[in-house]
């Protein structure tokens, strides 16, 4: 596989002037998505892989390289990356994940010829017993040569990134709590549920932000979360989505839980987390 050239725009770029581009983009990390959830990962490695998938690409280009298996050590290396805790369970990674790939891949093409898939039919011990582990092998090997690659791509850093995850928990409990009601005796009850909601969307739409390049490339953290738990509370009609600007023109509610914040680095990013939200209704309903 050959190296982008300089002159290419950034993936970011790509992701935004090309339709194309950005259905390979969607359609691999939602396969990264689908190993990861197959494969009991957690949210942060998930994530995880998709910043490596993105990384691949920022040295590779795209359309000369196989999607199944740059998705694949993705999520390999976000998995030893992220949760290798148990040497003894590293020698089976890669096997697990070639299994749990054929099973997608094989229910995914009777899907799409309209057959019912059997348990049978995407076994993938049977798949191995049929041609005496050939294909499987190659599997494996593929994901290996594409996992080389991908420890190129990133330069052999394996820091683990910084997850969204904690700002998300802080931020949410500081723009939802609410003194006056607790005088007020609402229910502690219904301030969590509310709360568990509201966490529960902010991270779900973080996850989102992360399946195009526009936002994780681009921006840290926590002006990822910031825009998350932002689209959040206007999707739940949470007053402070609602606040106007103080002085410095920067929201009134950032200048209460970030107030160190880049405003103009923030504000391209929910102009692009707006935009990649749009895209994946566009795409999951197309």
């Known amino acids: 596989m050959d190296d982008t050239s300089d002159s290419r725009p950034e993936i970011w770029q790509l992701s935004s002037i090309s339709s194309g581009y950005r259905e390979l ?3 691999t990390s939602k396969l990264a998505m689908v190993l990861c959830t ?10 995880t892989a998709f910043y490596y998938i993105y990384k691949f690409w920022s040295k590779f280009d795209a359309l000369e390289t196989d999607r199944r298996f740059i998705a694949s050590a993705a999520v390999l290396l976000a998995w030893k990356v992220r949760e290798d805790v148990e040497p003894s369970r590293s020698s089976r990674k890669l096997s697990e994940l070639s299994r749990f790939l054929y099973r997608i891949l094989k229910a995914n093409t009777l899907a799409q010829n309209s057959n019912n898939a059997s348990s049978l039919d995407i ?17 494996m090997e593929q994901i290996k040569t594409y996992e080389f690659a ?9 820091t683990p990134i910084e997850l969204p995850f904690n700002h998300i928990e802080r931020l949410t409990r500081l723009l939802l709590y609410s003194p006056m009601a607790k005088e007020e005796g609402e229910d502690e009850d219904r301030e969590y549920q509310s709360l568990k909601m509201f966490r529960l969307l902010s991270m779900s739409i973080c996850m ?14 926590l002006e990822i979360s910031l825009c998350s738990v932002w689209f959040a509370g206007i999707f739940l009609s949470l007053p ?14 950032i200048s ?3 107030p160190n914040i880049n405003q103009n680095n923030l504000s391209r990013c929910m102009n692009e987390s707006g935009k990649i939200l ?6 999951d309903s197309s």
């Open 25 to 27: 983009f969607l359609g």
């Open 208 to 221: 989102d932000l992360y399946r195009l390049p526009n936002v994780c490339m681009q921006y840290n953290a």
């Open 123 to 139: 076994s993938s011990s049977l798949w191995i017993y049929k041609d005496s582990g050939k294909e499987y092998s190659n599997y």
């Open 38 to 47: 197959n494969l009991h990962l957690s949210p942060g490695t998930t994530i």
């Open 240 to 253: 402070f989505a609602y606040e106007g600007v103080d002085k410095s023109s920067k929201m009134l509610w």
């Open 278 to 283: 749009l895209w994946l209704v566009d795409s």
């Open 150 to 158: 991908l420890l190129r791509a990133i330069n052999f850093e394996l």
């Open 256 to 258: 209460k839980v970030a």
